[in-house]
């Protein structure tokens, strides 16, 4: 792997290369491997999609006429010059001078770049056939908004036609899936920047009927699991979150205080000073515990515009939110809980498969987070303990950790193995210390509860995202916003039709009935991938005999309308993935 991210940076010094030679003019910012590809911004030039071919064709000629990769180490001074008509480049040479004496840079040819590395010797290690551009895109300078815009050029390489083939008929797939495009067809939500606010979701009635399902799933499974609903706020006062360490260590993700006339306000990035609140409001015995709150609490983060995507990164959204509290020889079974909820949950949606991270501290920046080193090293440890009982393979992500907490990240994989983020598990020595949180202990005195923090979906919008992909609009039976079609073949089949949907009213039914042909109507239905279609006529009249259930995905099955019914009744109580 290490060798094709090698050959991807060298095909981003490549692509660059190129654009300098048909754009002379460009500006270099950065040109970084990625995963499955590489990318390369620019400024001062005007690329187009059109141009794409050009500079591939270009590209490809530099690869096959064997260009050596040469590394040189200037001075500050030295580097400075080769680079004095590339302003990106100016910048990133002052910032490496505050800690280098020496800087790295790259000669291929008649190009240089700045650069680390490391790179392959000669463009002749590549492929040509396995190189392909991609599209663009805008970025900023440096990810800040405030910095100028540029362009990125996106690309590929693999060592053979082949993977190259196999990834680009799986890119056409994911754009086939993509919830955007499926979300505006379907008619699930809206996103409308001018009217309402970049990153804000409108839940429109159709998607609004799977989030209700996911919900409401959600909270009979958290009922049974001994979770107690509660409710709190979208605002507080700002001591609120200078306690809890929030205003500090968050600001920049919060919004602007909201100044009354008596007192100042947030909205809340998250639910958790809001329940602590809730369990200090009585005194606790040993014996309560755990205590487990549950919220489907909406938060508010100001993400950067430039990094919003469809209902994937949002400003507004809904997290499925728990905190327990417990004793500290109760957090190993209660981890341990959470974890197995986790899985099950995921199971019934489809996900089995799971990639398992440790969010871990950043050593050399201790000071981004709050707590004693014996709290972090013991939070630390009990989530290592739990991974290693439950015998599942997982990584440690060095810095990947809340301020406040440690915790066990978990990556669901779609249908094209693709990571989604979901559930997330964290341990809490700090906030019960911060928060003066206490129960009396089996002796009588004052003990400090553990405080886990967790999501085993994520938050909504990201989590129906994740679904609308996974399985490409086209729902199982319980999450589909249309269950069944009515598709009646002439107008005086109109109220057989509504006998039908009287029938079978415990389920999401919609009739189709416009003056279109029946043909039309059912491609309709299967372009709305609706389960199931009955289209009714004349021999369907008598609803005794056996009517046509046409199945998404072409098969036609005979059921009475009573069978019917009570196929439906079953695979909904199951929550059965398939038809």
Not at 181 to 196: A, R, S, T
Not at 259 to 267: G, N, V
Not at 493 to 513: E, M, P, Q, T
Request: glycine share 8%; hydrophobic share 35%.
């Amino acid at each position: 792997m290490e060798s094709l991210k090698k050959k991807r940076h060298s095909a981003s010094h490549i692509l660059a290369m190129a654009v300098k030679r048909l754009f002379p003019q460009a500006k270099l910012g950065i040109g970084p491997a990625i995963d499955n590809g590489f990318y390369y911004d620019f400024s001062n030039v005007e690329i187009k999609e059109d141009d794409l071919p050009r500079l591939e064709k270009e590209a490809k000629k530099i690869i096959l006429s064997g260009v050596e990769f040469r590394r040189k180490e200037l001075s500050p001074k030295e580097a400075q010059k080769v680079f004095q008509n590339e302003p990106f480049k100016l910048e990133l040479i002052k910032d490496l001078a505050k800690r280098n004496k020496k800087i790295s840079v790259y000669y291929s040819g008649d190009f240089v770049d700045l650069c680390e590395g490391p790179h392959i010797n000669s463009s002749q290690e590549l492929n040509a056939q396995g190189f392909k551009l991609l599209n663009l895109a805008g970025a900023y300078w440096r990810g800040k908004e405030t910095n100028p815009m540029l362009v990125r050029v996106y690309g590929t390489y693999f060592d053979s036609k082949e993977e190259l083939e196999a990834y680009l008929q799986k890119l056409k797939e994911i754009k086939k899936r993509d919830h955007k495009v499926l979300g505006k067809k379907l008619d699930l939500f809206g996103i409308y920047p001018k009217e309402i606010g970049s990153g804000l979701v409108l839940w429109h009635p159709q998607g609004a009927v799977i989030r209700e399902e996911v919900e409401n799933f959600w909270k009979d499974v958290h009922k049974k699991e001994g979770y107690q609903l509660v409710y709190t706020p979208h605002i507080g006062r700002v001591g609120l979150w200078k306690k809890s360490g929030h205003f500090q260590h968050y600001r920049e993700m919060m919004y602007s205080p909201i100044e009354m006339p008596d007192e100042t306000y947030l909205l809340k990035p998250m639910n958790c000073p809001f329940h602590v609140q809730i369990y200090k409001s009585e005194q606790r015995s040993y014996r309560d515990l755990p205590i487990k709150y549950a919220e489907l609490g909406t938060v508010y983060r100001y993400e950067k515009k430039g990094v919003l995507l469809g209902l994937l990164r949002v400003r507004g959204f809904t997290q499925d939110d728990a905190h327990i509290f417990c004793r500290q020889d109760q957090l190993e079974e209660e981890i341990a809980k959470v974890f197995n909820l986790a899985k099950k949950m995921l199971k019934v949606f489809g996900f089995k498969k799971l990639e398992i991270e440790l969010a871990v501290r950043d050593k050399e920046n201790k000071k981004d987070y709050i707590g004693s080193e014996e709290v972090w090293q013991k939070a630390e440890r009990a989530l290592r303990e739990i991974l290693k009982k439950e015998k599942v393979d997982f990584h440690e992500g060095e810095g990947e950790a809340k301020f406040y907490g440690p915790s066990i990240d978990i990556k669901l994989l779609d249908s094209l193995g693709r990571a989604w983020q979901g559930p997330t598990i964290q341990v809490d020595f700090n906030f019960p210390e911060k928060f003066d949180l206490y129960f009396i202990n089996e002796k009588g005195k004052k003990e400090r509860p553990v405080m886990i923090h967790r999501t085993v979906l994520g938050a909504m919008e990201r989590f129906i995202g994740g679904l609308i992909e996974h399985y490409a609009g086209a729902f199982p039976l319980w999450l589909a916003p249309v269950q069944i079609a009515l598709v009646p073949v002439a107008e005086k089949h109109l109220a057989l039709a509504k006998k039908v949907a009287d029938h079978l009213s415990g389920f999401r039914v919609k009739v189709y009935s416009s003056s279109e042909t029946v043909s039309k109507r059912i491609k309709k239905a299967e372009e709305d991938k609706v389960p199931y279609v009955l289209v009714l006529g004349d021999k369907e009249k008598g609803l005794k005999t056996k009517l046509p259930v046409r199945i998404r995905g072409g098969k036609i099955k005979n059921m009475t309308l009573e069978s019917f019914g009570s196929y439906l009744a079953e695979k909904v109580a199951n929550k059965s993935l398939n038809l």
